[in-house]
């Protein structure tokens, strides 16, 4: 029976089942006044935190001349367009303040998108790694993937030019050049913006000469979004990277290795602590495949195969 029903007593007010009000009812009566009271303060927060953001968004039109991203700051950048890649895969491109000056990221750096999808009052926060040469001005460009679903992809796929986004910069690994003689990139699926971005960043600088081998696992063929681009990196710097394409769909006649980022793989590409010279790996992929390398969390999380490989944790970094 309802509670609604005649004669039966109302509720006070009205809740909706897992609600926070709903939630402190079922404390005792403490309890319930400091669980209320958490989740007030928490809503004021998440209220004052989306009005900063909102508010900082507006002020990034003060930034002409100045590097956007040189410093932490939120900065609402427009969107000069969106183009289809593949099946779900988008290009958006971002215009900056001033067109004469880059972004001010470092290599490794990515930026947090703090979008507010179907008007919610609590952002959501997804890092984003930029494609482009750090180097290019005035514009920053993504490779932006779409999970059914997913709260900040779908928000971003249906971007039109004109809209704006509020950006944070977050800093990745201090990278060093000539640290290690050779490194291994991981990636999987979209993770392989960060990867890329490394990559590019070790070959374009005409002072490191370290060797990059790229290990790359997505679903299908058309999922090698950047295939283009790392060819011609690699035959711009012959001997300096190596790639490996997993593919765990292959099409038919697929070129590539079919399958899933294995044991085994990586050993054939030489991701074997003291079998090469690979002394660091770099990984980043949906948590599925990160947990398989290196292993779940906490004390029972178990091994990965990176482990297995001979590597430590100080040898194996996450994007
Ligand atoms: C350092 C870093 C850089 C990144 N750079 C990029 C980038 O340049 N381009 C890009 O498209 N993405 C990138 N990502 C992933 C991105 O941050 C989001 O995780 C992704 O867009 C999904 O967010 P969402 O809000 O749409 O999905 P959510 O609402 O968080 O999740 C929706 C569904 O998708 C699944 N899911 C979430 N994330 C992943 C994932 N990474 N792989 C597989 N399934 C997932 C969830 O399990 C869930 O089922 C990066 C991640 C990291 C850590």
Not at 59 to 83: H, T, V
Not at 285 to 312: R, S, T
Request: aromatic content about 8%.
């Amino acid at each position: 029976m309802s509670p609604s029903q005649p004669g039966l007593p109302r509720p006070p007010f009205k809740t909706t089942p897992g609600s926070a009000a709903a939630f402190a009812r079922t404390l005792p009566r403490p309890a319930a006044m400091s669980a209320t009271a958490i989740f007030a303060t928490a809503a004021l927060a998440a209220g004052a935190y989306a009005l900063y953001v909102r508010r900082s968004a507006v002020q990034a039109e003060g930034l002409e001349g100045r590097p956007p991203f040189a410093s932490f700051g939120f900065r609402s950048l427009k969107l000069q367009s969106a183009d289809v890649v593949n099946h779900n895969t988008k290009r958006l491109v971002f215009e900056l303040p001033d067109p004469a000056v880059k972004s001010g990221l470092t290599l490794t750096s990515a930026l947090l998108t703090i979008t507010f999808p179907g008007g919610s009052w609590l952002p959501t926060v997804r890092p984003y790694t930029p494609v482009n040469d750090l180097n290019d001005k005035g514009k920053l460009e993504f490779l932006i993937k779409h999970y059914p679903n997913g709260k900040a992809s779908t928000y971003l796929h249906a971007l039109k030019p004109g809209d704006a986004v509020t950006f944070a910069p977050i800093p990745g690994y201090k990278w060093r050049a000539n640290e290690h003689a050779h490194i291994a990139l991981v990636a999987g699926g979209q993770g392989i913006t960060p990867c890329y971005q490394l990559a590019r960043g070790i070959l374009a600088d005409a002072a490191d000469r370290t060797r990059v081998t790229l290990v790359w696992g997505v679903n299908t063929d058309d999922d090698i979004v950047l295939g283009a681009e790392l060819s011609d990196l690699a035959a711009q710097h012959p001997g300096r990277l190596d790639v490996v394409y997993v593919v765990s769909k292959p099409e038919a006649g697929s070129m590539h290795v079919a399958g899933h980022v294995t044991r085994e793989v990586l050993e054939r590409a030489g991701v074997k602590k003291g079998a090469g010279d690979v002394a660091k790996v770099f990984v980043c992929g949906p948590p599925a495949m990160e947990k398989v390398l290196v292993g779940g969390k906490g004390p029972f999380g178990g091994a990965g195969i990176l482990a297995e490989l001979g590597y430590g944790k100080k040898e194996v970094h996450r994007f």
